[in-house]
């Protein structure tokens, strides 16, 4: 659906974007080095595909935001970009208005950066901890994959399930093709058919990203990680979003020579069923949750 939502005097006019609009909006998060996935626009849209707007001027897009409604209790925002020539001119808090209706009545996350957590503590946010960008090359190392499988259509349900243990919520039709495609691959640590462990990997522009990624045990970090890095050419450019309580996995990192980039503040407007939960090692997505 295209429709036009807003049309001022000066011209600006907000839209719900279509999926072709849309991924052209996708270009202004790459000029901001945020590096989504390849492919990640559609999966999200697949998603709530009237939950992407943009304003646009004379017809080129000069502003977005996202609002994607997971379910009947959860939403996130993200891809909330002005590009810099427009901003400070309401174009942006006009757009955002239409976010947050779009959510109506649900809890909703988003990623800020730490400039704009004021802002957003006005429409009640409340920050809950920082999520840091970390990034490496990848390189061969020996791995035990005994126990670690990759995700295939006889395993996705009980991925779904193993992630909204995790997330509190379900995000089934999201993950339903997260990791199949093109480049797009995810692996599972079991433990007498019980998955203790989950990591996603996938192509961007830049490099590779991984995530979700998921496990509790230290060993197990360190092999599903392993495993998915040996699926990257060597030396190719690696980025995770790791949450700041997730040490383990931070050290491991670091251990490898990753470096953090930058960080975000993950907020909520309403109580999270789950604000972080431990073993949670990587954002699937940094830009919509």
């Not at 001022?8 to 072709?20: F, G, M, V």
């Not at 495609?181 to 991984?210: A, E, V």
């Amino acid at each position: 659906m295209n429709t036009v939502i807003e049309k001022s005097k000066e011209e600006i006019q907000i839209k719900i974007a279509t999926l072709t609009e849309w991924l052209n909006v996708i270009e202004m998060s790459r000029q901001e080095k945020w590096d989504p996935g390849l492919g990640d626009g559609h999966l999200f849209f697949n998603v709530d595909n009237e939950g992407f707007f943009i304003s646009s001027l004379q017809g080129k897009p000069v502003a977005s935001v996202a609002a994607v409604n997971f379910n009947e209790n959860y939403a996130s925002i993200g891809h909330y970009i002005v590009k810099p020539e427009f901003r400070g001119k309401g174009i942006g808090l006009a757009l955002w208005k239409f976010a947050i209706e779009h959510t109506g009545e649900r809890i909703i996350a988003l990623d800020a950066v730490p400039e704009q957590k004021k802002n957003y503590a006005k429409w009640g946010f409340k920050t809950y901890y920082r999520t840091f960008r970390i990034q490496g090359r990848a390189l061969s190392y020996k791995v035990n994959t005994s126990n670690i499988n990759i995700v295939d259509q006889s395993s996705i349900q009980s991925v779904i399930e193993f992630d909204a243990s995790m997330t509190g919520y379900s995000r089934d039709r999201l993950l339903a093709s997260w990791f199949f495609g093109n480049n797009r691959k995810g692996f599972i640590l079991s433990d007498n058919q019980n998955i203790k462990g989950l990591i996603g990997l996938r192509q961007s522009n830049d490099g590779y990203r991984i995530g979700p990624f998921y496990a509790k045990d230290k060993d197990h970090i360190k092999d599903l990680f392993l495993t998915a890095i040996r699926e990257i050419p060597e030396n190719a450019l690696v980025t995770l979003d790791v949450p700041e309580y997730a040490q383990t996995t931070i050290n491991l990192l670091n251990s490898f020579g990753f470096r953090t980039l930058f960080h975000t503040h993950r907020m909520y407007r309403g109580t999270p069923r789950v604000d972080y939960t431990q073993g949670n090692n990587a954002l699937a997505s940094l830009e919509i949750g």
